[in-house]
């Protein structure tokens, strides 16, 4: 029987038996009963698996529903890393590794689904020749699989939490809310901070990892963190993304009061990559405003304020260079970067594969590279108690050893690549706000590599993942902007106070007639949203007054 007449008739549909759907039913119920059965097995005899996947699919679906969320979970987790290590034994250290590429599998396949595409990280290219180098080379030299996943996982979290920002959706309103969260996080490293400088030692009890150490009777602060150093990162991060805010989107007293006290708690880390990152970001950001006032004072007061301190500081920072790197065989960051290089030449163009030189990894199970080496008696670097406190202080010479000349080179290419979108605009209205985390990126950036001149900055907690999330953040904005999913708001002009009316005295005691339209001001918008043109029949030209978003560098 047909369903309706005519050229285009169809059947009708099928009914479906009342059997087939009860069957369809009964296998249902005993899949969902079978499920729950081995749950309730894996849960009374393995229950930290048990917890463990319920907690990973829970996750999973929270990135899913809110990738957002899972981020900023992701975040949090990554910078308490080491305390959620101290505090469960070694189960927790782990903890952010798992969040982020569990984060970046969710969004990234929530992109695939609803989307039927994925945001590229610029440079993941030779991101994938890097981790393609490293695996290569633990393949060759038979390090064994679960040591080199996991240095695999430490030196690619970095990126892959990147590849995971560039999935989500950012608008400026998300950018606005990031501006907020990081102005909380200074409230917070500042109330720490000022805490533990009270109460240096209950507080370094509670949270440090090793004992107090003092400069000229002053504590060296950790604030909410384990050491010193990584208090110092951090506080001079987040001083660095204010000061940006200040200078090109809103100033306000508060907020140069909040990024002077933040800067100052940096230094009492007594690090000296701290102020050496504090003065290059700072001068960088002075010199990019471009305020002419800002500039005035700096050039008659930097003479004097380097006549007083310039002693000083040189001594201060160059003796710190020639303790990390000056000593010679008797530095371990020299014995480090010696051996880095000494296998990245006996294996070129690879090195001995992830997990085996300079990592974490390596540290933890005393790499035989070491021992080839001679490390094994060396203090720092050795196998004894407490000997190998250095093993993990370097980057560089880490990535060298592991992955050799061709990973090194692919990974800094990468990076370069990563940051070089920062450096442009992302369209001609760009919103200030979107200036914002383009500029507080290249700061992140320059901290991180300037940090990583003496520390695991790629890798170690907490700084490493504000390496690539700006570039992911720019990336996922640019490929909104190109498939049309994103407008930015046209800028707010600015006011324009009315033109005084000329009154002309008439021989004639008739009323003069009423203007005409064309007498009228006319603001004719132009192309890109940054000029008005005003102009009035009595004058016969316009002026052009200049619309700037507010805060945008002159």
């Not at 306000?252 to 880390?269: C, D, P």
């Not at 001149?453 to 907690?461: R, T």
Request: hydrophobic share 55%.
């Amino acid at each position: 029987m047909l369903h309706s007449e005519g050229l285009f008739a169809t059947a009708a549909p099928r009914r479906r038996s009342g059997g087939g759907r009860a069957v369809r039913n009964a296998v249902g119920y005993a899949v969902l009963l079978l499920a729950v059965g081995a749950s309730a097995v894996v849960g009374v005899r393995f229950p930290l698996v048990f917890f463990a996947a319920v907690g990973a699919i829970g996750f999973f679906a929270l990135a899913w529903a809110m990738p957002k969320t899972a981020l900023g979970i992701t975040l949090v987790a990554a910078l308490l890393a080491p305390q959620l290590g101290a505090a469960s034994g070694g189960i927790g250290g782990i903890a952010d590794e798992a969040l982020i590429f569990g984060t970046c599998a969710a969004l990234a396949a929530r992109r695939l689904v609803t989307e039927r595409s994925l945001v590229w990280l610029p440079g993941t290219g030779w991101f994938a020749l890097f981790m393609f180098a490293g695996a290569l080379g633990a393949m060759l030299y038979g390090t064994p699989l679960s040591i080199s996943l996991q240095g695999a996982t430490l030196l690619a979290k970095c990126f892959v939490f990147g590849l995971a920002v560039a999935q989500a959706h950012w608008t400026p309103k998300d950018l606005r809310a990031l501006a907020k969260a990081g102005f909380i996080l200074a409230l917070v490293l500042i109330g720490t901070g000022m805490v533990n400088l009270a109460i240096p030692g209950p507080w370094t009890a509670l949270f440090g990892g090793s004992p107090v150490s003092y400069t000229a009777g002053i504590p060296a602060i950790i604030g909410p963190f384990r050491q010193p150093a990584a208090f110092g990162r951090m506080a001079v991060i987040v001083a660095a993304s204010i000061l940006v805010y200040q200078f090109f989107v809103r100033s306000s007293w508060y907020g140069y009061a909040v990024a002077f006290i933040l800067a100052g708690l940096s230094l009492l880390t007594f690090r000296v990559k701290s102020l050496v990152g504090l003065i290059v970001v700072s001068t960088g950001l002075v010199l990019r405003a471009g305020r002419p006032l800002l500039l005035l004072v700096i050039a008659g007061l930097l003479p004097a304020a380097l006549a007083v301190i310039g002693p000083g500081l040189f001594l201060y920072v160059f003796g710190d260079v020639d303790l990390y790197y000056g000593a010679g065989v008797e530095s371990a960051r020299s014995r480090l970067t010696a051996g880095g290089l000494q296998i990245a030449a006996a294996h070129f163009p690879l090195g001995v594969g992830f997990g085996r030189y300079g990592s974490a990894t390596a540290a933890d199970y005393y790499s035989p590279e070491y021992i080839r080496l001679g490390f094994q008696y060396i203090y720092g670097i050795g196998s004894g108690e407490g000997m190998g406190r250095f093993l993990n202080d370097t980057q560089w010479p880490a990535l060298l050893g592991e992955t050799g000349w061709l990973g090194t080179i692919a990974f800094a290419i990468g990076a370069i690549l990563a940051v070089r979108v920062l450096f442009f605009r992302v369209a001609d209205d760009e919103p200030s706000i979107v200036r914002w985390i383009r500029l507080s990126g290249i700061c992140w950036f320059v901290l991180i590599m300037l940090d990583s001149v003496a520390a695991p900055a790629f890798s170690s907690p907490p700084s490493y993942l504000f390496l690539f999330a700006a570039p992911g953040i720019i990336a996922s904005i640019r490929s909104d902007l190109r498939a049309g999913s994103l407008h930015f708001p046209p800028p707010v002009s600015a006011p324009v106070r009315p033109a005084a009316r000329v009154v002309v005295a008439s021989t004639s005691p008739a009323q003069s007639p009423a203007p005409s339209p064309l007498e009228a001001e006319v603001a004719t918008e132009q192309g890109d949203g940054l000029s008005t043109s005003v102009g009035a029949a009595g004058g016969g030209a316009g002026r052009r007054i200049s619309r700037f978003h507010r805060g945008d560098a002159p």
